[in-house]
């Protein structure tokens, strides 16, 4: 995260673990970073980590496409590249995972604070004003949440039928094993294609949310 740069250069580095994240939050309150600041941040980082997965994706789509059209050479190298596709795919899958899991972390610990601090205003019209501004935060969120997990769901059957087919091909380097793998291609194309038009769709809902809640 960016503004985690400012916290070090402060000297007041804390371990992004489940257990540290409220001692970490309150070092970036300290040096004027709010967790409204960090979950925008962290929208941020998860769009970005979906864009790199889907094309990461499609590069695996297109040696999976290699595969299949094999046609003389060293059957063996193109294998060693379908599982660093493969591999890659999966380092992927896990680093939009661990993004969304910092955002489900900040947000709920956004919603909280909010949520304690409306019985400490005085005026009654701040008060509800403020409270109708978190419902809709929340309701902003709940559907950028739904579209994030909507997304990432659609990774692992991708990524099981990928090692299938992997697995499947380093055990048979043969042209028998090319025609077998010919008949998993269209249904790994069409299972990538709803993965990235799922991540398309949670990428626009991220810049709606991030330009949302930077107005």
């Not at 992004?16 to 709010?34: F, N, P, R």
């Not at 409306?118 to 009654?124: E, K």
């Not at 419902?135 to 299938?164: G, I, N």
């Not at 048979?172 to 993965?195: M, P, T, V, Y």
């Amino acid at each position: 995260m960016k503004r985690f740069i400012l916290v070090c250069a402060l000297g007041l580095t804390i371990p992004l673990v489940s257990g540290c994240q409220s001692a970490y939050y309150s070092a970036m309150e300290q040096v004027g970073v709010h967790k409204r600041d960090i979950l925008v941040d962290r929208v941020e980082d998860t769009r970005n980590a979906q864009d790199d997965a889907q094309e990461q994706f499609l590069s695996a789509l297109e040696q999976f496409r290699t595969v299949v059209n094999f046609d003389g050479g060293e059957l063996e190298e193109v294998y060693n590249d379908l599982q660093s596709e493969y591999d890659d795919s999966v380092a992927a899958a896990e680093e939009v995972s661990d993004n969304i899991r910092q955002v489900e972390d900040v947000s709920e610990a956004l919603f909280e604070e909010w949520q304690d601090e409306l019985d400490q205003y005085t005026s009654q019209k701040l008060r509800s004003q403020s409270a109708r501004s978190l419902r809709d935060t929340k309701a902003r969120y709940k559907t950028l949440h739904t579209s994030l997990k909507r997304a990432e769901s659609k990774m692992q059957p991708v990524l099981s039928a990928l090692l299938d087919n992997t697995l499947y091909l380093k055990h048979n380097l043969n042209a028998r094993a090319i025609g077998s793998l010919k008949g998993e291609f269209a249904g790994i194309k069409q299972d990538i294609d709803r993965l990235v038009a799922e991540m398309q769709r949670s990428i626009q809902q991220s810049d709606q949310f991030i330009k949302e809640m930077k107005q």
